[in-house]
């Protein structure tokens, strides 16, 4: 065959082989049946909707306080736009080393026991994917945070869901967390105060859960990202427990606390064997988080408290405030212990979560999210942000009231 004849001969196979090219059919079959989270898929309803109140959104409506984003002005006007070390800033890891020191009394070495991630999100992620083989199982108390599963997912893992309930506060049962560990069982993941019931587990709930996990040698991933939004004392992290330093991995952010969502600074503490493999993919996937961020986490960690502070005290007032406006409305709720978010319970209305929600959103445009969107047993719920203002939250009220009289509730 002639040169031109191979090259034409080529070009055909490769028009035959592209009429044929379907793009779905390269894709990676977990993230093919991965469903998209129930939050997003609720968003874009709202999207394009006009004189809607958010109760939605999983972050604090302040903007960062202002010496916070200034030593970010100042770091770049210094031209401090390079990558940082793979585990982050070394002044960032030492402040972290103090401020958890004096905050849980526990001692980690910010060379080889801190690790700064782009959020907590990624903390999560690099836990599994550093732990996890295929196969392994994780258990995963729910309602919790819509990332775990996925996260456990696509590590190879088999997300083991627990359901914590109403009637227990929402916390992780010693009993449910009995029943559902088998020899697969390698690691529980914790997520108190918790999203979205607000849920918290005192120091003596935790201490049953550590004697199973000791039991039953597991590893613990403890989100604590909430740790500092507590309205009835202070939080005891899994962490402080006797023994328990060594098997947690404790991840914690910048997000809530300080509202830095969009500044994506997160960190995990933990074993130096843990620690290095979750830096092994960190830095062969993000590298560093973002340097000006992290100046902005020190300066945030450094002089942050007095607004931490008056931030957590006007949650304290919106959340008794839109508590009991819920309970006035027939809608019974969980009295939230942490975190920001209410968890009425809608059972009584005879419509599902997605139903309550969808019909809420279109007929009064008040934004919340349905409670199955965190796990099966969230059915009956609906997840009511409070990080917004009194006068928006009493506008959701009176048009919550209004929805429901159109119920004939
Ligand atoms: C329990 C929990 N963990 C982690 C995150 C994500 O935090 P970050 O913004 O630091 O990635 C959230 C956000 O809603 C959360 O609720």
């Not at 958890?100 to 009394?105: A, F, I, M």
């Not at 606390?257 to 997160?266: E, Q």
Request: charged share 25%.
């Amino acid at each position: 065959m002639m040169k031109s004849d191979i090259s034409a001969n080529n070009k055909k196979l490769a028009m035959e082989k592209t009429s044929l090219w379907r793009p779905g059919s390269h894709l990676s079959s977990t993230v093919r049946d991965m469903p998209p989270s129930g939050i997003r898929k609720f968003f874009d309803i709202v999207v394009g909707m006009e004189d809607v109140i958010s109760l939605g959104v999983g972050e604090p409506d302040f903007a960062t306080p202002w010496h916070i984003r200034e030593a970010c002005i100042y770091s770049l006007e210094g031209g401090h736009t390079s990558y940082t070390p793979n585990k982050g800033l070394f002044e960032l890891r030492e402040i972290l080393a103090e401020s958890t020191k004096e905050d849980l009394g526990l001692d980690y070495d910010p060379e080889e026991e801190i690790l700064i991630t782009t959020g907590v999100s990624e903390a999560v992620d690099l836990a599994f994917r550093a732990t996890i083989n295929p196969g392994d199982e994780v258990i995963v108390p729910q309602p919790c945070y819509v990332a775990y599963v996925p996260d456990v997912l696509l590590a190879g893992g088999v997300p083991r869901p627990v359901a914590t309930r109403l009637s227990e506060e929402f916390k992780l049962r010693p009993e449910d967390f009995q029943d559902a560990i088998n020899e697969k069982t390698k690691a529980l993941i914790l997520s108190y105060p918790n999203n979205p019931t607000g849920a918290i587990m005192t120091r003596e709930d935790l201490e049953e859960i550590a004697d199973l996990v000791v039991e039953n040698d597991l590893l613990v991933i403890s989100d604590e990202v909430y740790d500092k939004l507590t309205y009835n004392g202070r939080h005891t992290s899994f962490a402080q427990l006797e023994g328990m330093q060594e098997r947690t991995v404790l991840l914690n952010g910048m997000s809530k606390s300080c509202a830095m969502t969009g500044w994506r600074v997160g960190y995990a503490l933990g074993d130096p064997a843990i620690l290095g493999a979750m830096t092994k993919v960190h830095q062969y996937t993000m590298l560093c988080a973002p340097t000006m961020a992290q100046v902005a986490a020190v300066e945030a960690i450094r002089r942050g408290e007095k607004e931490i502070k008056a931030m957590n005290r006007e949650y304290d007032r919106r959340r008794r405030l839109f508590v009991s406006e819920l309970e006035r409305l027939g809608l019974p709720c969980f009295e939230p212990k942490g975190a920001f978010y209410a968890f009425p319970s809608i059972e009584g209305t005879g419509l599902s979560s997605e139903e309550f929600a969808e019909q809420l959103l279109k007929e009064q445009k008040v934004a919340a999210v349905p409670g199955n969107a965190f796990g099966e047993s969230g059915e009956g719920f609906l997840r009511c942000s409070y990080a917004t203002s009194r006068e928006e939250i009493l506008e959701a009220v009176d048009r919550i009231e209004r929805f429901l009289a159109g119920l004939g509730l």
